[in-house]
């Protein structure tokens, strides 16, 4: 089991460039979650999806979209980014007993 | 507005003593809390889970309480190793009953020396 796999790890971005993050998780879990993590600032839901074909806002939902491509995959997309977003961006599953598992999360730059 | 504060300063300890983490929270009214360990440069990484009706769970070297009056969870690590080094997150249900997401606490360092 790979548990939840993340790509890129690191990626440097100029402002106005556009990117997509991909998460899967091999766990046959249901939902699936975004979060980004800043110094001082703790992790933040971005979004989250409590089932497939489900997607809902979080906590700092402004400048992202999701897709929840299937039950393995949900995606994390960055139309036009800004160097606010320059952050660590972990994606997450929720198990049995509502625990979490994330991956190894990217480390975005945003120039 | 809700809040959960976890102390902000690394606690440093002796290898073999206890460490004790705290986490405390207002405005809320979770169904659980979930502690999580995290490395430098990794994801965070579950340990335990507590219910709101559960004063203690225990895993090993590790030992969890809550108490919903005190608006408080403890986190006990016994005979603390280096490789205990780590910081580690507070997480409370958002939901007062079955499953929700999570709000993070900003975490706690501790450090173990030999």
């Known amino acids: 089991n790979a548990g939840v796999t993340q790509t890129p790890k690191f990626q440097v971005l100029k402002t106005g460039q556009s990117m997509t993050l991909q998460c899967a998780q091999d766990?046959?879990?249901?939902?699936m979650y975004w979060y980004r993590q800043d110094p001082g600032m703790g992790l933040r839901l971005i979004y989250y999806s409590a089932s497939e074909g489900t997607t809902d806002k979080g906590e700092v939902p402004n400048g992202y979209n999701v897709s929840r491509l299937n039950k393995r995959e949900f995606s994390l997309r960055l139309e036009s980014a800004a160097p606010s977003q320059t952050s660590v961006y972990f994606c997450?599953?929720?198990?049995?007993?509502?625990?979490?598992?994330f991956g190894p999360g990217t480390r975005l730059t945003v120039t | 507005s809700q809040k959960i504060e976890q102390n902000s300063e690394a606690l440093n300890i002796q290898e073999g003593k206890t460490a004790t983490l705290t986490c405390n929270y207002t405005n809320y009214s979770p169904a659980y809390l979930q502690w999580y360990r995290q490395d430098p440069g990794r994801g965070p990484v579950f340990l335990l889970l507590?219910?709101?009706?559960?004063k203690e769970k225990r895993k090993e070297r590790l030992k969890v309480t809550f108490d919903t009056t005190l608006k408080q969870s403890l986190f006990h690590i016994t005979a603390s190793q280096p490789a205990d080094s780590a910081t580690y997150l507070c997480?409370?249900?958002?939901?007062?009953?079955?499953?929700?997401?999570?709000?993070f606490g900003k975490g706690t360092m501790l450090l173990v020396s030999p």
């Open positions: 766990m046959n879990h249901n939902s």
């Open positions: 997480a409370l249900s958002r939901g007062n009953s079955g499953y929700s997401t999570l709000t």
């Open positions: 507590i219910r709101e009706n559960e």
């Open positions: 997450a599953s929720v198990g049995r007993i509502y625990e979490q598992y």
